[in-house]
């Protein structure tokens, strides 16, 4: 069966990691993404960490699924290439600051005008409109100016970034669900778009909870650390060899939960009769429960918790997620021949279908790997044409 995307065909002019991801979750889901790179390749192409080879695991991780070519867009006959691509693609997604694609003359009106069905998405900083259309933007800068940083940090400490770049990701996943619902409505009403994508925004929508506090209330939220703000005891505790996350906040898991640790003595204790008397008296509960907290590794916690049935889980370091047996199950570790690497890991892809909606993996393109299978095959230039094109160094 084919994958859910297959027949759909994206040019991906972008670099880094917002417009990468994007392109590379559309891939897994069956669509041809073709990344277009300048001469010398991507940036991250030389961004650390390194396999042994030199190959960048940066470049790595966000260029499964795709073909490869290089193309020099500020020679004349790149930008004719770039559009004849255009011409038979569905989906063109850039990154750059905004202005740029338009100085170039590669922007949504230029693809517009030859294919009139084109989806163009555009993924910036803070978006195509607004005071800060033109300044540029690197996850960190979207971590602290869309609040996420403000958030994350213990009690009374100072704010911390989020350890993978959720500034760039969320912005990446507005894109796919924006290019999937634009493919559908070409489908249904027979014209393309332009998508304005916004990293900033999509920080500020996955405040959601965090900012009903402040929309309700009027208050700024703390920083709450390894806490959950509004549920008592919620909360990712140290123990004898580790730390493990437990949330037994409803009035039925709140008792089980006290057995377990042996602290009956608090199950009746006025101060923590309800959830709301356990926000208010946080600091008098948690002391108790992470003392006895401490005196068994997270696995002899687990398996009480399990057993009583209360949700919790083992923090664990990437050596422990990528060996345990639920991730290996759900395929969320896979691995590829890779050309000069040999067998490559990669995440496995995060969305399972009832049929088969995804696509065999393949490793992400070595430079200019498929240049010319995609001059020949999609454009159908002839061999000499191709050649001459290398020759003046307008592919390679």
């Known amino acids: 069966m084919a994958a859910k995307l297959d027949g759909v065909r994206i040019l991906d002019i972008s670099r880094v990691l917002s417009g990468p991801y994007c392109s590379m979750g559309l891939a897994d889901l069956g669509a041809e993404v073709i990344k277009v790179e300048p001469p010398g390749g991507d940036e991250t192409r030389t961004w650390p960490p390194f396999y042994p080879n030199g190959e960048s695991g940066y470049f790595l991780a966000l260029n499964r699924n795709k073909k490869g070519m290089v193309l020099d867009l500020k020679h004349p006959e790149g930008k004719k290439v770039l559009f004849d691509l255009a011409k038979k693609s569905d989906v063109v997604i850039e ?18 005008a030859i294919n009139p069905k084109i989806i163009y998405c555009s993924i910036s900083g803070f978006g195509q409109t607004g005071p800060y259309r033109k300044k540029k933007a690197y996850d960190p800068v979207i971590q602290a100016m869309g609040g996420a940083m403000s958030l994350t940090g213990v009690k009374g400490g100072e704010p911390v970034k989020i350890g993978i770049p959720v500034g760039d990701l969320g912005g990446s996943m507005m ?13 249904t009403q027979g014209v393309g778009d332009f998508i304005d994508i916004s990293m900033l925004d999509g920080q500020i929508a996955m405040l959601s ?12 939220p703390d920083r709450w650390g390894l806490e959950h703000p509004w549920r008592v005891p919620s909360k990712t505790f140290r123990t004898e060899n580790g730390y493990i996350t437990s949330s037994a906040t409803s009035s039925n898991m709140y008792p089980t939960l006290c057995k377990v640790l042996g602290l009956e003595r608090l199950i009746d204790d006025p101060r923590f009769k309800t959830n709301a008397d356990r926000v208010t008296n946080r600091d008098q509960i948690y002391p108790p429960i992470e ?19 209360l949700p919790s889980g083992i923090m664990y370091t990437l050596d422990q997620v990528f060996s345990d047996p639920h991730v290996m199950e759900r395929k969320m570790l896979e691995i590829v021949d890779h050309p000069t690497i040999g067998k490559l890991k990669m995440i496995g892809v995060p969305v399972k279908f009832g049929s088969d909606g995804t696509r065999k ?5 070595m430079l200019g790997e498929h240049t010319d299978q995609i001059l020949r095959d999609v454009l159908g230039y002839a061999d000499g044409e191709i050649a001459r094109m290398r020759k003046e160094k307008v592919v390679s």
Do not use: C, H
């Open 361 to 365: 993996m393949t490793a992400p393109p």
């Open 209 to 220: 909870i965090m900012a009903a506090e402040y929309f309700a209330e009027g208050k700024v």
């Open 291 to 309: 003392e006895v907290m401490r005196t068994k590794t997270s696995e002899e916690w687990e398996k009480l918790f399990e057993a009583a049935g």
């Open 95 to 112: 990154n750059f600051t905004p202005g740029v694609v338009k100085r170039l003359g590669i922007d949504y009106d230029a693809m517009k």
């Open 175 to 187: 894109a796919i669900a924006a290019i999937l619902a634009a493919l559908f409505a070409r489908q």
